[in-house]
C-alpha cells in the first residue's frame, strides 16, 4: 500500500485515469517494454544538471513500473550522454528514433542542447519533453507541435525577479546573462518586465559561458552603481558570477534564475552565496511549506527520497520526474504507445506536478506556470523560503 501510495503521489492523477476507465484500460495486450529516450548532459560544462535529471527519472521509474501501463508494461528508460553538445544531442536523438525506436523522449535538458533536437522531432513527429528553460524550444506552438517543456519559463522568472526587486524598492538594477540562447532568451524577458516595472536598468553584459573567471563583466556592472544584479545563469558559471560580486563590494540585492543551479550553486560559490536570491519552483525549500494535500506530500516524499538517496536534493531534479510523468500519464491517456497519440495527450493534459501546476494546451506547450514560483534566499548555507 506504501509503494501505491508512493506512484499516486508521483503520478498525481494517472492512476485516477486508469479508475476511470480511460484508453489505458481498453489498450491492446502486447509484450514487450516501451522505450522513452532521455537525452541528458552526463559529461561537459551542463554535467551537474544532467546527473540530476537521471538521478530523477531512475528514481522514479522503478514506482511507475511496479504499476505498469497499457495493461502492465514496463516502462524502459534509454539513457544517453549528449555531452552538453548541441551536435552531440541531435546525433544522440537520431540515435534513439532510428536505433532504439522510442516512443517520447525525456530531455535535452539545456536550451542549446534542446533547440536543435526539438526542431528535429518536429519533424521525426517524436514528443519530447525538455528541461530547458528557453521559450523559443517550445515556442511558435504551431511549429514545435511536438516540443513540451517542464522548467519556468523566461517570462515567468523574469516577472518574479522584478516583483521581488520593487518590494524592495529598488530602482536601479544591472542585468547578467550569458552569451547564448539561455542568455537571449532570458534578457528579452527580463529588460521589457524591467521597464515597465519602473527599473532602471544601468547596463547589461553578457558573458561566455566556458569562462572560468566573470570579474571582467561583474566589474563594468558593478561601476554604474546599481541597486541590485539580477542574473540568468547556471551552475557553475552563476557561482562563479556569486563570487565576483561579492568582490567587487557590491552589498544590495542579487537575484538568480531558477538555472543557477540550487545546492550546486550554494557549494561553488560557499561563503559568497550568503543572501543571495533565486527564483525557482517552491520544492526546493518544501520542508519549510506546510500543508498535507496529496500534491504537498508527494513533493515532501520526493525531496526526501532524493535527498537520502543521493545526500542533498537537487533543484533540478523534479524537471525531469515532471518530464517523465507527462509522458507515462499521456500513454495511460491515450491508451497507445504511439508517438502521435502520446503528443496529442501530452497537449491535452493538466497536472499538479513535483515542480508545481502544468497546463499544455494546444496554445501552451511552456513549463510550469508561474504561481508555482516563489523566492529563495540562500541562510547560513541553505535555500530558505525568501521573507
Not at 522505450?35 to 527519472?57: D, M, Q, R
Not at 520593487?166 to 534578457?187: C, F, L, Q, W
Request: aromatic fraction near 6%.
Amino acid at each position: 500500500m506504501r509503494r501505491r501510495a508512493m506512484l499516486t503521489a508521483v503520478l498525481l492523477g494517472c492512476l485516477s485515469l486508469l479508475a476511470a476507465g480511460c484508453a489505458a484500460s481498453e489498450a491492446p495486450a502486447r509484450d514487450g517494454k516501451i522505450p522513452i529516450g532521455v537525452n541528458v548532459e552526463l559529461t561537459g560544462p551542463a554535467s551537474l544538471l544532467g546527473a540530476s535529471y537521471k538521478n530523477a527519472v531512475d528514481l522514479i521509474v522503478g514506482d511507475i513500473n511496479r504499476q505498469g501501463v497499457l495493461g502492465g508494461r514496463q516502462i524502459e528508460l534509454v539513457v544517453r550522454d549528449n555531452k552538453s553538445d548541441p551536435a552531440e544531442a541531435t546525433r544522440v536523438a537520431k540515435n534513439l528514433w532510428d536505433n532504439e525506436k522510442i516512443v517520447a523522449m525525456v530531455g535535452p535538458g539545456t536550451s542549446p542542447t534542446a533547440l536543435p533536437v526539438a526542431q528535429e522531432a518536429e519533424r521525426r513527429q517524436v514528443p519530447l519533453v525538455s528541461m530547458a528553460s528557453s521559450g523559443a524550444v517550445v515556442n511558435p506552438v504551431e511549429q514545435r507541435r511536438y516540443a513540451f517543456k517542464t522548467s519556468p519559463n523566461n517570462d515567468d522568472m523574469a516577472d518574479v525577479q522584478v516583483r521581488e526587486l520593487t518590494e524592495r524598492k529598488v530602482g536601479r538594477v544591472a542585468y547578467i546573462a550569458p552569451a547564448n540562447a539561455y542568455g537571449d532568451a532570458s534578457e528579452a524577458a527580463f529588460l521589457p518586465a524591467a521597464r515597465q516595472a519602473g527599473l532602471q536598468v544601468v547596463g547589461v553584459e553578457r558573458f561566455n559561458d566556458k569562462d572560468k573567471d566573470y570579474t571582467v563583466p561583474v566589474t563594468k556592472l558593478a561601476a554604474k552603481r546599481p541597486q541590485a544584479f539580477a542574473v540568468a545563469a547556471i551552475s557553475p558559471q552563476s557561482s562563479l558570477i556569486a563570487k565576483a560580486i561579492k568582490t567587487t563590494g557590491f552589498a544590495g540585492p542579487v537575484i538568480f534564475e531558477a538555472g543557477a543551479g540550487a545546492e550546486l550553486f550554494v557549494k561553488g560559490a560557499g561563503s559568497a552565496s550568503e543572501g543571495m536570491l533565486m527564483v525557482h519552483p517552491a520544492i526546493l525549500a518544501i520542508d519549510q511549506v506546510a500543508g498535507t494535500t496529496p500534491e504537498l506530500l508527494a513533493r515532501k516524499r520526493f525531496f526526501r527520497d532524493y535527498a537520502t538517496r543521493h545526500g542533498q536534493f537537487s533543484g533540478f531534479a523534479s524537471y525531469a520526474a515532471d518530464a517523465l510523468t507527462a509522458i507515462v500519464r499521456a500513454i495511460d491517456a491515450a491508451g497507445s504507445d504511439d508517438p502521435r497519440k502520446i503528443r496529442d495527450a501530452i497537449e491535452r493534459q493538466g497536472f499538479d506536478g513535483l515542480t508545481g501546476r502544468f497546463a499544455f494546451s494546444d496554445r501552451f506547450h511552456g513549463g510550469v506556470v508561474k504561481d508555482s514560483l516563489t523566492v529563495v534566499a540562500v541562510r547560513n548555507g541553505k535555500w530558505t523560503l525568501a521573507d
